[in-house]
């Protein structure tokens, strides 16, 4: 069939994402407002203002996203939007705006699972290469996961975290070292860390012991905390000042050396697994907004090298959460012949 025009709607959290996709993948336009500020001084965010921000955003960010396009709302060919998991009252706001659109114009609407969305990013055009079955590693803010993908709808966990997600520990890093918190710390503390030494601090690498593909971050975030006080005491730091920027790039990298050594050391089992069962799967996919992080990108991508496996992730723009994912996952749906009913009002903080 020719290319259709596809809106997509994300607002599972604290970004209200819209975007335009033709249906062959191109993305034609993006738009996002993000609520940055608002949350500051809380320690995360507070879901009551993040749904008074969607509901101010909404609107103008759909047609912001419809305007750059050049593409009136009669003249698409879907809709799509997230509906879960996330904050409901947050995913409640953008799922209606875009079932409102797709019943008013008589188009098919497609209901998107965020963490699908997420990894489905790895097939956006011109990543045609990247055909199921894969291995996908989801680290974001909310979630840190192994899961087999056979197929749409088809991903099987085989490892999730215990405690934390990778992206909160970032977050939580960045909060003691003083950085930048506002839309997530990670970037920040990736930053800080290139002009660190990791030698210079010692941190543990979780679980070395464990023989299965779970993840834990809650012992190396009190590892951080521990070695971050010795190092104020040492220098002398009072409440209310910095340390020196080395002695925080140090710890920075230190932090960041561990959490990578973890995610190679469980995603490597998992690859094992793959092999030992014969399970055809040679391709690890790494999605989720901490798979913007160059460190965890090259480290992966040199193990998938050593193994003989493929290696892909999404342009790292394309990795925190945005309009396109929900867009793209949307098209591979409708593709596969599924869609949704835009009468529905249904939205699920957890979504099987
Ligand atoms: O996927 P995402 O946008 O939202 C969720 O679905 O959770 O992920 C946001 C998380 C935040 O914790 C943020 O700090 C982290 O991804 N993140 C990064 C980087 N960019 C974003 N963590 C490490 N390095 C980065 N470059
Ligand atoms: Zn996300």
Redesign the pocket.
């Known amino acids: 069939s020719p290319p259709f025009f596809v809106l997509g709607v994300e607002t599972?959290?604290d970004d209200t994402c819209a975007a335009v996709l033709l249906s062959d993948g191109t993305v034609l336009s993006e738009a996002k407002a993000s609520q940055t500020d608002l949350h500051e001084g809380y320690g995360g965010v507070v879901p009551n203002l993040a749904k008074g921000a969607h509901e101010a955003a909404i609107g103008p960010v759909i047609a912001r996203a419809l305007a750059d396009a050049g593409v009136a709302a009669a003249e698409l060919g879907a809709v799509a939007a997230t509906v879960g998991p996330g904050l409901e009252i947050c995913l409640r706001v953008g799922a209606r705006a875009a079932r409102g659109i797709a019943a008013e114009h008589g188009l098919p609407f497609a209901a998107v699972h965020?963490l699908e969305a997420?990894i489905l990013m790895s097939r956006l055009p011109p990543a045609a290469e990247v055909t199921f079955p894969f291995l996908a590693l989801l680290v974001?803010?909310?979630h840190c996961q192994l899961l087999r993908c056979g197929g749409l709808g088809r991903c099987e966990v085989v490892g999730g975290t215990l405690d934390d997600s990778l992206g909160e520990a970032y977050d939580k890093v960045a909060r003691m070292l003083g950085l930048p918190v506002g839309g997530g710390g990670g970037p920040a503390v990736e930053e800080l860390a290139l002009e660190g030494d990791h030698r210079n601090v010692k941190l543990p690498v979780p679980m070395q012991q464990r023989k299965d593909c779970d993840f834990s971050f809650a012992g190396l975030k009190n590892a951080f905390r521990m070695a971050n006080g010795r190092a104020r005491e040492l220098r002398g730091v009072g409440e209310g000042e910095e340390l020196p920027r080395l002695d925080r790039a140090d710890l920075a990298a230190s932090f960041q050396w561990s959490a990578v050594r973890h995610l190679e050391q469980r995603v490597g089992r998992a690859m094992g697994r793959c092999e030992e069962e014969g399970a055809g799967i040679d391709r690890l996919v790494v999605v989720?907004?901490v798979a913007a992080n160059a460190a965890v990108r090259g480290a992966l991508e040199r193990l998938c090298g050593e193994r003989g496996w493929q290696f892909s992730a999404p342009e790292p723009r394309l990795c925190?959460?945005n309009g396109v994912m929900a867009a793209w996952a949307g098209i591979e749906k409708l593709r596969a012949g599924v869609s949704d009913d835009a009468g529905a009002d249904e939205v699920f903080a957890r979504y099987p």
């Open positions: 599972s959290c965020h997420h974001s803010g909310g989720g907004g925190t959460d």
